[in-house]
């Protein structure tokens, strides 16, 4: 189930084509005939209503209280994970092993970039139709998952015994709240993580600024111009990964 290289090197582009489908998927069935399509975020509201529990406004409340929320703490994970590790190594398009990285959130959790992108993709498929978030978020994880193996894989044949010592305490997904191991002398670079990160950040903001509208289309837009602006910032801002 790990990911061909091929799926490695071109990993933002599947990523960006798997966001396609989930907005797109079902405004291609709505033209066919389906249901008519509405937003996961007041889909959920309505539910959350529904229950008697919540009344309306208290619900739609809550779940944009809740996509701010994932959006803050996915791009929060996706920083720090990026500070440590290194803005290059997180945009390259092949893998590295060159050493057993034990430092920041890597303590705690073996692949933070990952959890904190599927955290963060999370407030997003708020936006998104239901069958397109479902679509979305099943196409991510598999997505994540392959890349994890793949690299777990690739690290385990690199750096051996090391590589399954660090496997053996710090686990793959879920932090721990305690760190496995004590921490190396790697220093993290905040300001190229920043840049690095663009996309999350950006949309962290704009979520926490804009959904209080309660636009949704106003929060599509924004996530295309905040990826087009962290597709710039790789290109022409970010040093090439060596």
């Not at 929060?76 to 190594?89: E, K, L, N, S």
């Not at 599927?118 to 978020?137: D, K, R, T």
């Not at 305690?178 to 993290?188: C, M």
């Amino acid at each position: 189930m790990k990911a061909t290289p091929f799926e490695f090197r071109f990993r933002l582009a599947i990523g960006a084509l798997i966001y396609g489908i989930g907005f797109g998927l079902p405004w291609l069935i709505y033209s066919v005939g389906g249901p008519r399509v509405t937003t996961t975020w007041l889909a959920l509201s309505g539910a959350l209503a529904r229950t008697g529990a919540l009344t309306m406004q208290s619900a739609v409340l809550g779940v944009t209280s809740l996509m701010i929320a994932f959006a803050i703490i996915g791009a929060a994970f996706r920083v720090w994970g990026t500070a440590y590790i290194g803005a290059g190594i997180m945009t390259s398009g092949r893998m590295h092993g060159d050493s057993v990285l034990a430092a920041g959130p890597y303590r705690h959790v073996r692949n933070p970039l990952y959890l904190g992108g599927f955290i963060f993709a999370c407030s997003v498929a708020i936006l998104m139709a239901p069958l397109g978030a479902f679509v979305f978020l099943t196409l991510l994880f598999v997505q994540n998952l392959r890349l994890i193996f793949g690299e777990e894989a690739y690290l385990t044949a690199q750096l051996g015994d090391a590589y399954l010592a660090y496997r053996e305490r710090v686990p793959r997904i879920v932090p721990s709240l305690t760190p496995g191991l004590p921490a190396s002398d790697s220093a993290p670079n905040w300001p190229r993580a920043l840049l690095a990160e663009t996309y999350p950040i950006a949309m962290a903001i704009c979520f926490a600024v804009l959904a209080w509208r309660y636009n949704a289309d106003l929060l599509i837009r924004a996530v295309i111009v905040c990826f087009g602006l962290s597709l710039v910032v790789r290109a022409f801002v970010l040093e090439k990964p060596r």
